[in-house]
């Protein structure tokens, strides 16, 4: 369980987060998603103690992270991947740690086993690639078998199977009671994986809220195709339907499913093309929930002239 | 004790570690060297001017060396975390800060000590034994007679370490924290000197670099008024000591990370 209770944090005058509040529930896995400088790492960073809130609170299991005398068996975290230092190998980097919270060394074994690392266990972290190092880091955050898991962007520089690796991963950790937040930017990610998502921008949050709630909202009708629009058009209204025209034949209708699209289309005798329930994708939601809220954007008009001149050269 | 062992694992895993002691141990060897420079020397002389040569003592490479390879191995145990960004992983596993920054510091003085005081030992006692009874001055008093100035070269080596590790912690940065130390062994004892007396005398009697020769300072030994005796200037030495870990305590608990 970690709850976050009107937190602020500001660095110098402006606030990285801003009055936020969100819980996450064991048993799900939990998506933290916003735009980069949204405010996400700074929130773990809070959570786990390595920066004092401005004001509120946050909380993992009800208390203060530095209140957790030995805290890895409780919490997990994946930071950046180069939080271990280069010229110490896998297993000393994760025997310190065990070391540090009376974590026999048997898990130390288990959990580089686990990530796919003990082939590598003696050789130097510096040597690592990336992904290498995110499978080191995730080793780490399960070193304690704990209840509580955060991921900071977790499938950074992974490959193709390393992000189903990860994905299979959490999906399991959070079947087995377990609290799963992983933050991302990427939204088709979270899709993936995600039950619920807390969406954030500029430090505030934006929406909290399930996977299919979001894509319900975003939900845009029927698209239905017929060479007898009008006549299908009146029939839908007279059946408590909202139809607008969409060009020649296309009825964009919204109050009935397909189904019932279709059997009042088959009750008139009016033939049917085409009957495609619409729905913006999670990217196109996200994309719409922050509008506005990026901190880091382009300029359209720039980046569409780079590319004019890219294809020009 | 949990942070203690940890602390002690991370500092024995790296190679740096291993290539500070081994600079160490490479000094030990010069002084072996130098010790048998001066025998042979002595041995070259007409028995008559053999009376009126001097020669620096046996670890005197040691004491030169020793300071570098103390401050470098104090500053890197926490520069070094905060350059790999290990820090935040650290403070995850032992949130308590305070207890982190203990048993770093105890670790970093815990190696620094007996390292220090094997090496010091070990380049006087043989270098005693390579120059035998040739009655060099700075080669005639026995071991025994040395102990103190031993065991204050082994504490001197401990703070300067110590004051590295608080640098560090505040600077943090390995360039910075050395370069501090740098200045505080290399620069100032200089600049001391050209104040005007007596203030030259009295500024340069609590350098860092001028206490062990005050610490362990015969009662009688001919110096100054402005000299400290052996107790205070094992009492400045431990300010030294206390003045870095207290600066560098309070920036590693407060500042974020």
Redesign the interface.
Known sequence: MIEVRELTKRYGGSPAVDGLSFQVRPGTVTGFLGPNGAGKSTTMRVLLGLAAPTSGEALVNGRRYQEIRRPMHEVGALLDAGAAHGGRSAFDHLRWMARSNRIPVSRVTAVLEQVGLAGVARKRVGGFSLGMRQRLGIAAALLGDPGVLMFDEPVNGLDPDGVRWIRELMRALAGEGRTVLVSSHLMSEMALTADRLVVIGRGRLIADTSVQELSDRFRRGVLVRSPRAPELSAALAAAGAAVEREGAGDLSVRGLDPAGIGELAAANGIPLYEVTPRSASLEEAYMELTAGSAQYQAEPGLAGRGRAEGAGS | M??L???W??LR????TAWTLAALAGSVLLCFLWSWFVARHWDGRPPGERASMRAAPAEQPLVLALPVCAAVLGALAIT??YA???I??S??????RPRLFAAKAVVVAGVVLPAGLASVTAAVTVGRAIVGGRAVPSFAEPVTGQVPHLLGLAVWAAVIALVGYGAGAVLRSTAGAITAVVVLLMVLPPLADLLPGPWDARAGSVLLTRLPDQIAAAPAAPGGAELLSPTGAVAVLLLYAAVALAAGAFSFVRR??
């Open positions: 949990d942070a062992a940890a602390e694992h991370k895993s790296v190679k740096s070094s975390e790999t960004g290990m935040r992983t403070m995850a596993t032992v949130p308590a974020d990370s």
